[in-house]
């Protein structure tokens, strides 16, 4: 149920992410007054600073609320957010990426405290997995939502890229924001009762503000929580370029912007690869116990090493910035290779998302809260850099980041799990005892 309603809350915020700068650069072109032509890029740095901001909060919220509350209201939220397309303009847009980045943050702590309530130490990793297989499978479902909405509403393309009317932006966003209000029927109906969970097996002791602060500082200070500085620096700048520097690309480059259905192509091959991943990856974590989380990270390397490849190959290199005809590219970019582009980055961010998951479970166990949220605003600082400086970036210019964050980020995470490893912190993922299992059965 929480993986369902994760699907349909991310639904909509998935695909407007994607279409967000392509559909304001529209909107400002028709009315300069109005909004920026990078609001696109700005909008969602200033939700990362939002999230990155709140979440220093949240880990202190879910001590007083139960994290089931705090995801239906962060749904509830997600559903406003909205409301900020009937009239766009610089103040309620900008207005709602501030919410939009607090409603994010809620959910980022009520998710990682949900899982630890109804998973225990065997079961996390694999849960983890299918959770984020199944949550992430709204990548899927937002492409199908686009090839059936700009089936029927219009669109011209000016030689460079799409333009949209702004009612036909109205009826975009309605559609979303009644398919995010499923996600709310959902987290409403999630049940609570607890067994052999992590967090039931954990003390649970509410702190005074002093102490929070105090518990905060000290999860900060932890070495395990420097080390991963790198890892999540490098997956703001990926989570960035997945959903929206390289949509944004398409759109911009006059071989690809005339294709309407791109970009929803791209997103539904982005949720095929996070659903064969939760059927393929979550069963061989299972069965190569021994290895932990070195499968999906090696996975994720792989993938990133291929779409690198492949961006550099197929966009031409200011398409990252503005419209363009010049096509210095050595493949010429198609709907077929944005579609594999699309399928391997969904392979890398279900990896890195599950890898994400799961580290902070076990990272610093006495600080499970807190890890999730410092993580997170490490991911949101560095999303809100780089989308705030995207405007001058290149493709050559990302290409290097990208390879850079990859080598810094998953030497950062093999070097926490080495850790764990050596210091019995994360117990390994054991195979199933059938004879025991049956044993606790009959006893219970």
């Given at each position: ?326 096509m210095d590219v050595l493949i010429t970019p198609s709907r077929y290779l944005s579609i594999i582009i699309g399928f391997l980055l969904g392979f890398a961010d279900f990896t890195i998302t599950m890898t994400r998951s799961v580290i ?85």
């Amino acid at each position: 149920m929480m993986s369902l309603g994760t699907t349909f809350m991310f639904l909509g915020y998935d695909v407007q992410t994607m279409m967000a700068e392509s559909v304001l650069h529209s909107v400002s072109t028709k009315n300069p007054g109005r909004i920026s032509v990078y609001a696109g890029y700005y909008g969602q740095a200033i939700h990362y600073v939002s999230f990155a901001f709140f979440s220093i909060f949240t880990a202190t919220i879910q001590y007083y609320i139960s994290s089931k509350s705090m995801l239906i209201i962060s749904s509830v939220l997600f559903v406003t957010c909205y409301t900020a397309y009937i009239h766009i303009n610089y103040y309620i847009f900008y207005s709602s990426q501030l919410l939009l980045g607090f409603a994010y943050a809620l959910y980022n702590n009520a998710e990682g405290m949900y899982l630890s309530e109804h998973s225990s130490r065997r079961t996390i990793d694999s849960n983890s997995a299918l959770e984020t297989g199944l949550g992430h499978t709204s990548l899927l479902f937002g492409g199908v939502t686009m090839l059936f909405v700009f089936h029927f509403v219009p669109h011209t393309f000016d030689g460079h890229f799409l333009n949209f009317d702004e009612n036909v932006v109205q009826v975009i966003y309605f559609s979303l924001m009644a398919l995010t209000l499923v996600s709310v029927v959902l987290f409403s109906f999630l049940p609570t009762k607890q067994f052999d969970s992590i967090a039931l097996n954990s003390p649970r002791v509410t702190p005074s503000l002093k102490s929070q602060i105090k518990r905060f500082g000290e999860a900060f200070t932890h070495l395990n929580t420097s080390l991963l500085i790198f890892t999540y620096v490098y997956m703001g700048c990926m989570v960035s370029f997945m959903y929206g520097i390289y949509p944004t690309s398409l759109s911009f480059t006059s071989e690809t912007g005339s294709d309407v259905y791109i970009i929803a192509l791209y997103l539904l091959s982005s949720g095929v690869a996070a659903f064969l991943s939760a059927m393929f990856i979550r069963p061989m974590i299972k069965k190569l116990h021994k290895y932990k989380l070195i499968v999906p990270m090696a996975i994720h390397c792989g993938a990133m090493a291929a779409v690198i490849s492949l961006v550099y190959s197929t966009v031409p290199n200011n398409a990252t910035q503005e419209p363009t005809s010049n096509m210095d590219v050595l493949i010429t970019p198609s709907r077929y290779l944005s579609i594999i582009i699309g399928f391997l980055l969904g392979f890398a961010d279900f990896t890195i998302t599950m890898t994400r998951s799961v580290i902070c479970q076990i990272a610093v166990p006495s600080y499970r809260a807190e890890i999730f949220s410092l993580t997170r605003i490490y991911q949101c600082l560095s999303s809100c850099v780089i989308l705030f400086v995207s405007p001058y970036l290149s493709r050559n210019s990302w290409i290097c980041i990208l390879i850079v964050g990859l080598l810094a980020g998953i030497t950062s995470m093999l070097a926490v799990l080495c850790r764990t490893h050596n210091t019995a912190v994360a117990a390994p993922i054991e195979p199933l005892n059938e004879e025991k299992f049956i044993e606790e059965k009959e006893f219970s």
